[in-house]
């Protein structure tokens, strides 16, 4: 007897929380998920390792026009949830053009969607739209949206699109705009896991600036139970929300706290500024999530003994 009811695509599900999201998602045997990822910034050890049949990986490019359409034509998914980008601030600085490139991905997975038979479309936007922030918490429609550095364009950008295919042709969707989430899952490239790191290796740990930037810090299984139970309540259609943790922690804090943590001898080593993306302040209102989620969120404490329990953070870290 055939269970599936809901075809799921999941781009970008080899990276941090798309694989999060998909391991969710085929925890209901009423789901087939198949991920696409070029695996650029994605691996894949990041892939579900359960004895579930209700997924699929297929190597792929979601800027390629023809990657893509070749996966969406032959299963007539019902949902899309388009995660699939260039990230990581140091990277999309070295590597802006690649980021633009991203701006075709999302025009591809538009198209292609509101000509097959999908219902509804996911996009994974960031805090990083707001730039520098006017106000705290960051509001998800009175905070403007003051997108400098090409990572944040390209997700403004792609806000636009996906209110505009609305709009035109009718295609729902909800739009993620994602605060530093954080777990198991997340390569070094990224504060927490790079942090963690160094301490379990009892290495140097280096911060850009004097370390007093702001942030909130989101356990990844608390961003997508969000996630999931939008999809699954059908809430927030055409509409946008914050998915952060609301307690802010400076950046010299979240060191000190992983390094006693871990008891490790490694040393904060402050480097010089980045010249741009790396925002002073970042904190969301995230009333809607928190409704939504309804029950406390993971500390940063919880959530850095949890990735030090994770054996898929310690292999991908070299530790195991």
Same mark, same amino acid.
């Given at each position: 007897?055939?269970?599936? !009811?809901? $075809?799921?695509?999941?781009?970008?599900?080899?990276?941090?929380?798309?694989?999060?999201? *998909?391991? !969710?998602?085929?925890?209901?045997?009423?789901?087939?998920?198949?991920?696409?990822?070029?695996?650029?910034?994605?691996?894949?050890?990041?892939?579900?390792s359960t004895k579930q049949?209700?997924?699929?990986?297929?190597?792929?490019?979601?800027?390629?026009?023809?990657?893509?359409?070749?996966?969406?034509?032959?299963?007539?998914?019902?949902?899309? +949830?388009?995660?699939?980008?260039?990230?990581?601030?140091?990277? /999309?600085?070295?590597?802006?053009?690649?980021?633009?490139?991203?701006? #075709?991905?999302?025009?591809?997975?538009?198209?292609?969607? $509101?000509n097959t038979s999908v219902?509804?479309?996911?996009?994974?936007?960031?805090?990083?739209?707001?730039?520098?922030?006017? #106000?705290?918490?960051?509001?998800?429609?009175?905070?403007?949206?003051?997108?400098?550095?090409?990572?944040?364009?390209?997700?403004? *950008?792609? #806000?636009?699109?996906?209110?505009?295919?609305?709009?035109?042709?009718?295609?729902?969707?909800?739009?993620?705009?994602?605060?530093?989430?954080?777990?198991?899952?997340?390569?070094?490239?990224?504060?927490?896991?790079?942090?963690?790191?160094?301490?379990? $290796?009892?290495?140097?740990?280096?911060?850009?600036?004097?370390?007093?930037? /702001?942030?909130?810090?989101?356990? *990844?299984?608390?961003?997508?139970?969000?996630?999931?139970?939008? +999809?699954?309540?059908?809430?927030?259609?055409?509409?946008?929300?914050?998915?952060?943790?609301?307690e802010l922690m400076t950046?010299?804090?979240?060191?000190?706290?992983?390094?006693?943590?871990?008891?490790?001898?490694? !040393?904060?080593?402050?480097?010089?500024?980045? $010249?741009?993306?790396?925002? /002073?302040?970042?904190?969301?209102?995230?009333?809607?999530?928190?409704?939504?989620?309804?029950?406390?969120?993971?500390?940063?404490?919880?959530?850095?003994?949890?990735?030090?329990?994770?054996?898929? +953070?310690?292999?991908? /870290?070299?530790?195991?």
């Amino acid at each position: 007897m055939n269970l599936i !009811k809901n $075809k799921i695509l999941v781009t970008g599900g080899a990276g941090n929380i798309g694989s999060a999201l *998909v391991e !969710k998602l085929i925890s209901d045997p009423h789901n087939f998920v198949v991920i696409i990822d070029n695996l650029s910034t994605g691996f894949l050890s990041k892939l579900p390792s359960t004895k579930q049949t209700n997924w699929k990986f297929i190597k792929g490019d979601v800027n390629h026009l023809n990657d893509l359409s070749s996966v969406m034509l032959s299963f007539h998914f019902d949902y899309v +949830f388009h995660f699939a980008a260039v990230v990581g601030v140091i990277r /999309t600085q070295e590597n802006p053009i690649d980021v633009l490139n991203d701006i #075709e991905g999302i025009k591809n997975v538009l198209n292609l969607s $509101k000509n097959t038979s999908v219902k509804h479309v996911y996009f994974s936007s960031s805090s990083e739209v707001y730039g520098e922030p006017v #106000e705290l918490p960051q509001n998800e429609y009175s905070t403007p949206l003051n997108s400098r550095v090409p990572y944040a364009v390209v997700k403004n *950008v792609g #806000e636009c699109f996906f209110r505009s295919y609305w709009q035109s042709f009718h295609l729902p969707y909800t739009i993620f705009r994602f605060f530093n989430t954080y777990g198991p899952n997340q390569s070094t490239d990224f504060v927490v896991s790079r942090f963690l790191s160094a301490a379990l $290796k009892n290495k140097d740990i280096t911060i850009y600036g004097d370390g007093l930037q /702001t942030r909130t810090f989101t356990y *990844v299984d608390d961003t997508v139970n969000v996630c999931a139970k939008i +999809f699954e309540d059908k809430l927030l259609i055409n509409d946008v929300i914050n998915i952060g943790n609301h307690e802010l922690m400076t950046v010299k804090d979240l060191a000190e706290l992983t390094i006693k943590l871990t008891n490790s001898s490694s !040393k904060i080593i402050y480097l010089p500024p980045l $010249k741009e993306g790396d925002m /002073t302040r970042r904190q969301p209102d995230n009333t809607k999530m928190r409704e939504i989620l309804n029950k406390k969120f993971v500390s940063i404490e919880e959530g850095i003994k949890l990735m030090m329990a994770d054996e898929r +953070f310690l292999k991908s /870290t070299g530790l195991k």
